[in-house]
């Protein structure tokens, strides 16, 4: 399929047909140039929206990277043959910066705050990565190309000064999220099921919210209630949060499926 296709298929509305553009435009810049490219800061969706298009332009092209393994928001490299992925995180050409910030005593800053702050300097949403908040401040991955502006005009978050700092990747320390473990029991392993369990809701309550276009199944819309779902999908629903089916067990004595799922809380 040439690009044009491609788009028609994968788009489903006209911001994600734009963005789906710029994948396919970096993926062919490096290919046509022999260098490296890469995209903006990406968030899950838009990360398994734009796999599911590569794997029909491209297989095997493109790496997801945004600083550190599980890091959220990635964004997409492509590479040439001479370019090893490990010498490309390490070296020049990669895209990816981190900061610390550090605030002052007490100033507990959400991530709203630092987003916010970043945004008023005109920074654009896929300039940004993940902002992992520490007892002393945050650290603030971006792109490169936003070094000069950040440690030249940041000055403040919220109503807090800031002092910024340039570190390696290496010296990231993300800390995992709180989750709250669930254990449930279903007829079988449906949609609307699941997401019932998943976050302590009525059945019709995430049936309603499947229709109304509101859950992910892996970062990927779904508004069929009867899909099944497998061990390791992560459920997502937009005002509820995440959640991941961590297992599938056996029956219970009433011959219901057993289900251990992790809620990000």
């Known amino acids: ?50 796999a599911d298009l590569l794997m029909a332009a491209a297989p095997g092209q493109g790496i ?27 070296g020049e050409d990669c895209p990816v910066r981190a900061l610390q910030v550090k605030t002052p ?42 070094l000069p502006i950040l440690l030249s005009q940041w000055e403040k978050a919220g109503r807090y000064p ?3 700092e340039e570190i ?7 800390t995992p999220g709180q989750i709250k473990e669930i254990r449930a029991t279903v007829a079988s392993p449906r949609l609307d099921a699941v997401l019932a369990a998943g976050f302590s809701i009525p059945r019709s309550r995430a049936a309603e919210l499947i229709r109304a276009g509101r859950v992910m199944v892996n970062h990927r819309p779904q508004e069929k209630g009867d899909k099944l779902v497998e061990e390791g999908d992560t459920l997502t629903c937009r005002g509820l949060g995440k959640c991941v089916l961590t297992a599938i067990g056996g029956t219970s004595k009433r011959g219901r499926i057993i289900l251990t799922l992790a809620r990000y809380i």
């Open 168 to 174: 390696p990747l290496s010296s990231l320390t993300p």
């Open 1 to 50: 399929m040439n690009k044009r296709e491609l788009l028609d298929k994968f788009a489903r509305d006209g911001e994600q047909r734009l963005l789906l553009a710029r994948v396919l435009d970096q993926q062919a810049r490096a290919e046509q140039r022999g260098l490296p490219t890469h995209t903006g800061f990406l968030s899950p969706a838009e990360q398994a929206q734009s």
């Open 105 to 146: 005593p007490g100033a507990q800053l959400t991530h709203r705050d630092y987003l916010g702050s970043l945004m008023g300097l005109g920074l654009t949403r896929e300039k940004i990565g993940d902002i992992l908040l520490g007892e002393e401040g945050a650290q603030v991955l971006v792109l490169g190309e936003t």
């Open 162 to 164: 800031v002092r910024l």
């Open 64 to 90: 997801l990277f945004g600083g550190y393994p599980e890091a959220e928001r990635k964004l997409w490299a492509f590479l040439p043959d001479w370019l090893e992925e490990e010498t490309w995180q390490t």
